[in-house]
C-alpha cells in the first residue's frame, strides 16, 4: 500500500473508539509542553506509551 494512502486511510472501529482519549491525551501534552517544557513533558507522557 502507497504510503500516502496508509496514512490518510479511516480510522477501524477500535481506532476510532480510541481517537477521544487520544486527543485529550495530545491535548494535556501540548499544555504540558508550553508550561514546563520538553524534558517534562517528554518524561510524563512516554512511559504511558510503551511500544
Known amino acids: ?3 500516502a494512502d496508509y496514512v ?3 480510522f477501524s472501529g477500535a481506532q476510532a473508539k480510541e ?3 487520544v486527543i485529550s491525551d ?3 501534552a501540548v499544555e504540558m509542553l ?3 517544557g ?3 513533558a517528554q518524561q510524563y507522557f512516554h512511559p504511558r506509551n510503551p511500544a
Open 38 to 40: 520538553l524534558t517534562a
Open 19 to 21: 481517537l477521544p482519549l
Open 26 to 28: 495530545a491535548a494535556d
Open 1 to 3: 500500500m502507497d504510503t
Open 34 to 36: 508550553s508550561e514546563r
Open 8 to 10: 490518510l486511510k479511516r
